[in-house]
């Protein structure tokens, strides 16, 4: 696939859009296009919906009004008045601000516009639209304050500018206005189309300095010293009044230029920013086969060192280059200094990773696993994917971890010294850098995920060799859950599930391996042959594998509208689709215990039969169809083997998977669920049938048949102890923000509590889309006061040791459009139509191949909110078909046109807007016969082609968007599957999605997308538009409203913006102690952290033991002062202002429950019960403490059941308290 071509067809989508919505659109040639003649059924006004200024008093119409309120516009962002909407919707004058240097005596302003007439064939009585170029040309004298002067062609324009001088520099505004007035008769010369203001410097001197009042000043005033460097080399030179600015950066010099002018569609490419390539004596740390079957520790630390060698050579280049530098301040410098402290810390960490590897045995094999089972994963993942999307297998299973081509995968270097940079920390709890919360910042799509899931391959494995006995059996300290990997979104949770899916498939792989199999304890871990048979030296039986019997599972914890809640749940699906005419899982909607559509391994499609209650313990499982495959029922291997999936809830606390991936709100339930408990290793018993349990949960000998003459002590073994999980993975931190983030880091207390295991906190990772002021967001949410960015940034953005700005590769390209006198609907579905349009014409035209165009073929609608985007779905079904078929392709209609212009009249704008009649109805048929058989012609295949559209957002049953993912990946190039078979695609034509896009969507072939508006927080921006462009050159046109103030500051600073929105990302501000926090949350807490901590014989889990709450108990008193103590320091590091509030709400809320108990008695529960076993009558009677519906009088304290949904659902709660609220 060509790049270049692609950059090509991308340039020329761009062209088209800015021919079609400003004009001239119609010649061959750019002179043909300045003296372009439309038809009369295209008048210019209608034609073009930017760049137009109207007379000055041209009033809008109640048919405009109508059309301008369609729905694109939002009530709290819709601030201005309706005369200044009136003034937007229809201009009359754009023009710009810059600064100049103070020694500039002059400049020179040029105005380049187009100019319309109507003229009618006198034979005919057509009419068309003819357009005459004009340029003016102005000097603009610095000496004077303020001038207006006419125009030479036309004195009805004219420009205005002012002149200011202050601190050393010269502030220029300039405008162009349009003074004709609306008449009774008027004429399209009072019309100015295509405008730009061109200011050029005398003699080529660069007098436009710098300006540093743009859209960051406005918008993000206190900016960060050290982004500040970073994005240094990042110039504006000023903003643009209802248009924007452009300028030439290879014009730049000593940050001045010597010409700027303005633009109605501005442009920017951003900066492809890639991971560094390694060198040749990089190539043996990044090799992951190589590092993954290493037996020899020296040999394993030679093939590691030169990443520390490379990386401190270029520190110290660096830092010698800071030394010799003048471009910096002394403050700078000072930050600079800093920043490259920062990498020696890399290096020491690096080098205590090492270390360890050599020191410590465990240590030493989980980092070769992690290595292979990556290296298995990517290459078993690339195969399934490549098999699913043929339909078909292709080849057998892979025999090693190598590339169909042979090459080998490999780490990016970002990727492995983030490993080795915390595998100490891991390691080794008294680490100085455990509680370092270490966040990963790379673009998105650069590979985050997999250096996440390198981490949890090592600790997953270290897990299991550090709780193995002297004899290599592995202890209950070896299972349970190790990592859990947090998301905001479903979408998100349910993509990254399906990645981890395949990893655990390869930590099984390796897990079966022969090589790490059936060591035998009784005599000093010698092999025995295999499972089922005695150990060849001494005869014993018992064996065990390297990394045990228990196979290693991800879970998916989600929302009850995903998955399932328990096993009765899933089996309803499973007979709902055996009893159905269509039982393909893509068609089940919520509740979906299957989530995978194939096989993470291989690619097979699953089908319906495939999963089933089963195993010991029971759990919901699922098999591959494939008989071949390891995961298949059919194959016979040592072990009762199923995907390494679990799905469901009830599973999940049973089963306790080493990987959870959830999403953040999910962790609501510790309040109403007392089986999560088991999340954080808070269990004591295990039963060979039913799993992991805690023993005050149930009598639970009691609760199934036993086989006859077994005791329950041959199937349940107590006093079991799992340890909490090692690390919790925080992605899209930037995400926990506003009541989310608020409740989140409330939340946050009861997590750490629960994670924490004598002293020993859980290690934290995160990712984010900006190092903005993520410091004070992390110290809020996890209160944790180190964090450190890796990479670390030193002086130019994207330039680190990882990663490089790559001049030599094509970033996205962003156009920005403001459309006036039509409504943002219609504007959003003709540049839709544009874009789809022209695409299929350069593939009818065969200019290019399928391969090269299909990544601009599936245009992506990207809306604000679930209302704007319903209200363009309806406009869509029309507006989009209607505009591709009146796009025209510079087909010849001159029929339309008139042989000579010499016997037409000019006429006004009012006559050449009527209906017009043919001179006779033959003549009529003839023009018709024409110009519609060119027309067909130009349309060919596509004139009636129904569109192909979805969408991808909330409104979308969990079930359908893997479906709908699916659908995204189908190219317009027909895969071979056999010799006598090709795939059957349908690619998706308009995808219209809300921020669910925006997080963790992967799709490589989408290279073009419309923002409709922009979005209200810039991580939302950069994050839905990174989903754009990976795999190809991107494209991203974002519309936006004249009726948003917000929306025309960025686009006046189109192009400062769009170089710096890095720079330019909201700090995130979180707030989780205050009394509004407190009202919708802490009662939350409170009751979570008590429910999961106290088991045993004084346990408070069970839903009827919100009765044996008692405060005089002193073992319950115990844990209830460690619980305060755990709140009220985290309260004093994070908020101390409201330290002393929280502790008093704190005893109001136990003294309150004390008092419900006292009230209330036997009949007070926690919850009503998930399966009640008692008379209606009497669950009637009952009582709950913990209250979700405000309006009930049975429900007593209130207690989010989802963070998300807080702010909602919660109004209030009783407190007897003497604590002023007005502060509120």
């Not at 405009?64 to 516009?73: H, R």
């Not at 229809?90 to 601000?97: C, V």
């Not at 000023?238 to 010409?259: A, F, M, P, Q, V």
């Not at 029922?633 to 959870?660: C, N």
């Amino acid at each position: 696939m060509g790049i270049e071509e692609q950059v090509e067809i991308r340039q020329r989508l761009i062209d088209e859009i800015e021919a079609d919505l400003i004009g001239p659109r119609k010649g061959a040639t750019k002179e043909e296009r300045a003296v372009e003649v439309l038809p009369g059924n295209r008048n210019p006004k209608n034609e073009y919906v930017a760049g137009v200024l109207f007379p000055g008093n041209w009033e809008v119409s109640d048919e405009d009004k109508e059309q301008e309120s369609g729905g694109d516009t939002d009530d709290e962002d819709n601030t201005d008045s309706n005369v200044m909407s009136d003034k937007l919707f229809k201009p009359s004058s754009f023009g710009l601000t810059c600064r100049l240097s103070p020694e500039t005596k002059e400049i020179t302003a040029t105005i380049e516009y187009g100019i319309y007439s109507a003229l009618k064939n006198n034979e005919t009585k057509f009419t068309t639209f003819h357009r005459t170029p004009q340029t003016e040309s102005f000097q603009i004298i610095m000496e004077k304050n303020t001038d207006e002067v006419k125009f030479k062609n036309n004195p009805n324009f004219q420009i205005n500018y002012t002149v200011i001088k202050e601190n050393d520099q010269i502030i220029l505004d300039f405008y162009v206005m349009n003074n004709a007035e609306k008449k009774e008769i008027n004429y399209w010369f009072d019309f100015m189309f295509q405008p730009k203001i061109f200011l050029e410097s005398m003699n080529d001197e660069k007098c436009f300095i710098q300006d540093r009042t743009g859209l960051t000043q406005e918008y993000f005033p206190a900016s960060d010293a050290h982004l500040e460097i970073l994005f240094k080399d990042k110039i504006s030179f000023g903003k643009g009044h209802l248009c924007s600015l452009t300028w030439d950066k290879e014009n730049i010099e000593n940050r001045c230029i010597n010409k700027i002018n303005t633009t109605f569609i501005p442009q920017e490419t951003s900066d492809f920013i890639d991971h560094t390539p390694p060198t040749t004596e990089l190539e043996s740390v990044i090799d992951m086969t190589a590092l993954g079957t290493c037996t020899d520790k020296t040999k394993l630390r030679g093939m590691l060192e030169p990443l520390i060698i490379k990386y401190k050579k270029w520190a110290d280049d660096i830092s010698s280059e800071i030394d010799s530098s003048a471009g910096y301040t002394s403050e700078e410098l000072g930050i600079i200094k800093t920043q490259i402290k920062n990498t020696d810390l890399v290096l020491e960490r690096m080098r205590q990773g090492i270390d360890l590897l050599e020191s410590d045995e465990k240590a030493f094999d989980s980092f070769t696993f992690a290595n292979m089972t990556i290296a298995w994963q990517q290459v078993h993942g690339k195969w399934a994917a490549n098999n699913a999307e043929k339909g078909e297998i292709e080849g057998s299973d892979p025999l090693e971890p190598i590339y169909d081509d042979g090459k080998k995968p490999k780490w990016r270097l970002f990727q492995i010294a983030f490993i080795l940079m915390n595998l100490e920390s891991i390691v080794n709890p008294q680490s100085k850098f455990r509680e370092t919360v270490d966040l990963l910042w790379f673009p998105t799509g650069g590979g985050k995920t997999e250096a996440y899931l390198g981490l949890v391959a090592f600790i997953l494995s270290y897990r299991r060799l550090r709780g193995a006995d002297t004899d290599g059996v592995l202890t209950n300290e070896s299972f349970g859950t190790s990592v859990i990997m947090r998301y905001t979104l479903r979408l998100l949770t349910v993509q990254q599930f399906q990645r981890a899916a395949t990893l655990m498939c390869a930590c099984e792989k390796l897990r079966l391996d022969k090589k790490f199999t059936f060591m035998c304890p009784d005599c000093n871990g010698k092999t025995v042959s295999s499972k089922n048979e005695p150990c060849i030296t001494c005869n014993a039986k018992g064996v065990v594998r390297k990394w045990g019997n228990v196979p290693f599972q991800v879970g998916l914890w989600v929302g009850a509208s995903v998955t399932p809640n328990n096993r009765k749940e899933a089996k309803s699906v499973f007979w709902k689709l055996k009893h159905s005419r269509d039982q393909d899982l893509s068609t089940i909607t919520d509740k979906n215990p299957y989530i995978l559509i194939n096989c993470p391994w291989c690619g097979t499609k699953l089908k319906y039969t495939d999963g089933k209650v089963d195993g010991k313990p029971e759990q919901w499982r699922l098999w591959c169809s494939r008989n071949s495959c390891i995961f298949s029922k059919h194959l016979d291997v040592d072990e009762d083997l199923s995907l390494p999936v679990v799905l469901v809830d009830e599973d999940i606390y049973s089963r306790v998977p080493a990987l959870i991936i959830a999403t953040v709100d999910k962790f609501a339930q510790i309040s109403w669920n007392p089986k999560v408990k088991a999340v954080f290793g808070k269990v004591n018993t295990f039963c060979d049938f039913h799993g992991y349990y805690d023993r005050s949960l149930a009598k639970h000998a009691e609760s199934h048949t036993i086989a006859k003459g077994k005791k329950p002590e041959e199937y349940i073994s107590n006093n079991i102890e799992l340890l909490p999980p090692d690390m919790i993975i925080q992605d899209e931190l930037h995400l926990i923000s506003g009541p989310l983030g608020t409740l989140s880091g409330l939340y946050e207390t009861a997590i750490e509590f629960l994670c924490t295991n004598n002293g020993i906190k859980p290690k934290i990772i995160a990712s984010t889309a900006t190092t903005r002021a993520a410091s004070d967001q992390i110290q809020k949410l996890f209160n944790r006061d180190d964090t450190m960015i890796f990479p670390p940034q030193i002086k130019t953005f994207g330039e680190t040791f990882f990663s490089t700005v790559d001049t030599t590769k094509a970033g996205k390209t962003y156009l920005g459009v403001l459309a006036t006198g039509k409504s943002g609907l219609t504007v959003l579905a003709k540049v839709s139509a544009i874009i789809l349009r022209r695409i299929r014409q350069f593939e009818e035209d065969e200019e290019y191949t399928k391969k090269e165009l299909d990544p601009y073929f599936t245009l992506v609608t990207y809306f604000n909110s679930q209302r704007e985007l319903g209200g363009a779905s309806m406009n869509f079904k029309d507006s989009v078909p209607d505009f591709i078929k009146q796009i025209h392709n510079n087909f010849d209609d001159s029929p339309l046109l008139p042989s000579s212009v010499t016997s037409s009249t000019e006429i006004s704008i009012e006559e050449s807007e009527k209906e017009e009649e043919p001179k006779s109805k033959e003549e009529e048929e003839k023009i018709t016969k024409s110009f519609e058989t060119k027309w067909s012609d130009a349309l060919r295949p596509y004139q009636f082609k129904d569109l192909v559209t979805d969408e991808l957002t909330s409104r979308k049953k969990s079930g359908e968007i893997p479906e709908t993912l699916r659908k995204l990946s189908d190219s317009i190039v027909k895969i071979p599957v056999n010799e006598n078979k090709y795939s059957d695609n349908q690619p998706v034509d308009l995808l219209m999605a809300t921020n669910m896009l925006s997080v963790g969507v992967d799709i490589p072939r989408l290279g073009a997308m419309i923002v409709n508006g922009q979005p209200k927080n810039n991580s939302e921006y950069i994050q839905a538009t990174g989903r754009i462009g990976r795999s190809s050159p991107g494209l991203i046109v974002t519309l936006y409203s004249y009726t948003k103030p917000r929306d025309l500051s960025y686009y006046e600073n189109f192009k400062d913006y769009h170089s710096n929105y890095y720079k330019n990302v909201e700090t995130v501000g979180l707030t989780p102690f205050t009394l509004r926090a407190r009202k919708i949350g802490l009662f939350g807490i409170i009751v979570g952290m008590i429910r999961m901590a106290i088991g045993g014989n004084y346990s408070l889990s069970e839903n009827d033991d919100a009765k044996n709450f008692d405060q005089k108990n002193p073992d319950q008193i115990k844990i209830i002062n460690k619980i305060k103590d755990a709140i009220q320091t985290r309260v004093d590091s994070i908020e101390p202002e409201e330290s002393a509030s929280t502790v008093t709400n704190i005893i109001n809320l136990l003294n309150q429950w004390t008092k419900d108990i006292e009230r209330h008695g036997e009949i007070l529960l926690y919850r009503e019960p998930f399966h009640p076993d008692m008379s209606q009558k009497k669950l009637e009677q009952n009582m709950y403490l913990l209250k979700s519906d405000p309006t009930s009088k049975r429900q007593l304290i209130s207690t989010p059941t989802s963070l998300r949904n807080a702010e909602q659902e919660q109004n209030f709660f009783y407190v007897d308290s003497d604590e002023d609220e007005d502060d509120e």
